[in-house]
């Protein structure tokens, strides 16, 4: 594959509601969309940095200045057999995985559709259906959020996972819980508590959560192994997590019993499934997060998802839940039963909606190697 051309967009679209979590709200989402053409086959990938830095150090601006002034001049007109390879050209760029995610996954998606062969089985997939959860942002009162439960069960989604915050906890937890007693129920604080809360953290053990996801230092993988240590409830890491070695550490350390992998946090597909393949080897299940992701990155999470590490229902939902109309054709629907098919169609298996990508885009840079070698490759 010759990386002949680059294409960079800025989209702009507004989510249905906003979606608030310990650390930002979020109604405007600023997509970044990375469209790659190799050998003549076009593939795409998401940048899925949020606007502002709450979550991790990268933001929509800084994405664009890495990928336009660093990641484009270490790539374009060089030539990769695999998408993996990506990373090899862009090591010497610390750093920044989102923006190199959104590169290699576009490649990952021409590698598939040039075998013929959907991305899920190009990864190493070995599901047909994977299991969804449903994330719900932090709501202004516990009626209101049992509305929204009420939703998305209806919908068939097999796991709650409640946004929580320090004063928006063990009220919002317990009463939730009483009113559902049976479900798979967890939580994810985005590193809104300190050890010093230990003992509030210890008062969720008795709601029977199937985990707590992040609930301290974004950065910090020894002291969630303090707390793991004194916590029935297993802890999920999110945000800690940013390569294969992290996850090794937060295992071999007892720092969380599961792992959600995000491909934007890691650096794309290559890493997702060393971090994924260091899960499977010591037995720690995992899901895969979501970023309010438009289509294009929805359908690499759920090409991710096909991996048989992925048994827990994870943030990967349909395009409804978030977008009064996405930008893929069809949009990502999710069965009665709360499950995702994995398309098997060659590449992403979702068609991206060309006009409707234009009509969102507010920024737009391109790039292209220029005079076409007509010399036989060597
Ligand atoms: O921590 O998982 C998170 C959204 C934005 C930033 C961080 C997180 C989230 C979610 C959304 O929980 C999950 C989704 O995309 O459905
Ligand atoms: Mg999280």
Redesign the pocket.
């Known amino acids: 594959m010759r990386i002949e051309t680059i294409v960079l967009r800025e989209l702009a679209m507004r989510l249905k509601a906003p979606?608030e979590?310990s650390s930002?709200v979020?109604w405007n989402r600023r997509v970044l969309l990375v469209e790659v053409g190799c050998d003549g086959v076009i593939g795409w990938g998401e940048i899925t940095a949020?606007e502002e830095p709450f979550?991790n150090a990268e933001t929509t601006d800084t994405a664009w200045h890495i990928f336009k002034d660093f990641i484009v001049p270490a790539v374009l007109g060089k030539s990769v057999q695999h998408g993996a390879e990506i990373q090899g050209l862009l090591a010497s760029i610390r750093g920044h995985q989102m923006a190199k995610a959104g590169l290699e996954n576009a490649l990952w998606d021409i590698e598939a559709q040039q075998e013929g062969i959907p991305l899920a089985r190009l990864l190493g997939g070995t599901q047909a259906e994977i299991p969804c959860g449903?994330?719900i942002?932090i709501q202004e009162s516990i009626p209101a959020l049992c509305r929204k439960i009420d939703t998305e069960l209806r919908a068939g989604y097999q796991r709650i996972?409640l946004?929580i915050k320090p004063g928006k906890d063990l009220d919002v937890i317990g009463g939730v819980r009483a009113r559902y007693p049976e479900i798979n129920l967890m939580v994810?604080a985005?590193s809104a508590y300190a050890l010093q809360d230990l003992n509030r953290l210890r008062s969720f053990d008795q709601y029977h959560l199937t985990m707590i996801?992040?609930p301290l230092s974004w950065d910090d993988i020894y002291q969630h192994a303090v707390l793991q240590a004194q916590l029935e409830t297993p802890i999920c890491l999110?945000?800690c997590i940013h390569t294969p070695s992290h996850a090794e550490a937060a295992i071999q350390l007892r720092a969380c019993r599961v792992i959600?992998i995000?491909l934007g946090r890691v650096g794309g597909h290559s890493l997702a499934r060393q971090v994924h393949n260091v899960c499977l080897r010591n037995s720690i299940p995992v899901w895969c997060?979501?970023?309010?992701?438009s289509g294009v990155g929805r359908a690499h999470n759920i090409a991710m998802s096909a991996l048989p590490g992925f048994v827990l229902p994870g943030?990967?939902?349909a395009s409804q839940?978030?977008w009064h109309e996405d930008i893929i054709a069809p949009e990502v629907e999710v069965s009665d039963h709360g499950t995702i098919k994995i398309p098997n169609l060659p590449g992403l298996g979702y068609a991206v909606r060309r006009e409707r990508v234009e009509a969102l885009t507010v920024r737009r840079e391109h790039w292209t190697t220029g005079v076409r070698s007509i010399l036989p490759v060597m």
């Open positions: 979606f979590t930002e979020t949020a979550y449903a994330s942002g996972k946004k994810d985005n996801e992040q999110d945000e959600n995000k997060g979501g970023m309010l992701e943030d990967v939902s839940r978030y």
